[in-house]
């Protein structure tokens, strides 16, 4: 499977979402890569967890979000169960779930219901070991700010917004990878 062959099937290589998908998915790819050779103890998929990287935003071009060039219906939220029925269509079940798992530190049931956010009340949280290392990159990277890589206490802020429950499971990460 090429990752990029998938992109390039949903975002036309001339569009602004395909410029910044690519851009966003490689610097999140090429961390969670170098952390999982860091880790060898940890023994990961890392062929997986590359490709995986590489699609976990694949859905984006399905919701609305001009500023990165996409102009679907749905809101921005919907990017990771979206990117995850898509990759399933596809015959990527284990790929899907990286989609449908790394929104934040993961979404619970309780916090979609509890925050009336517009997705399936389902748990979203990254289980695999491959899971939560790709979601825990993909913190360090945003779509807005190309190419720059949030410090940790950044990154740890945006995430005390959303309870102290994803502070914790990130700094977990932070021990666990880093």
């Known amino acids: 499977m090429d990752p990029i062959t998938i992109i390039r099937k949903y975002y036309p290589e001339s569009s602004k979402a395909y410029s910044i998908l690519l ?8 961390k969670a890569v170098e952390l999982a050779l860091n880790h060898s ?18 859905g984006v071009f399905l919701t ?14 919907c ?9 399933q269509s596809l015959g990527y079940p284990r790929h899907a779930l990286v989609c449908e798992r790394h ?10 219901i509890q925050l009336e956010f517009p997705i399936p009340p389902r748990d979203m949280r990254p289980v695999s070991i491959e899971e939560q290392l790709i979601c825990f990159s993909d913190k360090f990277f945003s779509k807005s700010k190309p190419g720059k890589e ?26 666990m990878f880093l």
């Open 150 to 175: 949030k410090p940790v206490e950044k990154v740890r802020k945006s995430m005390a917004k959303y309870g102290q429950h994803h502070v914790t499971r990130f700094d977990a990460w932070c021990n």
């Open 79 to 87: 990017h990771g169960y979206l990117g995850s029925e898509l990759l």
């Open 103 to 112: 929104t934040g530190t993961g979404l619970s049931m309780a916090d979609i």
């Open 23 to 30: 851009d966003h998915s490689l610097l999140v790819s090429n």
């Open 64 to 77: 609305y979000a001009p500023e990165i060039g996409c102009h679907g219906e749905l809101p921005y939220l």
């Open 41 to 58: 103890e940890l023994n990961l998929d890392v062929k997986f967890v590359q490709e995986a990287a590489m699609l976990h935003d694949i």
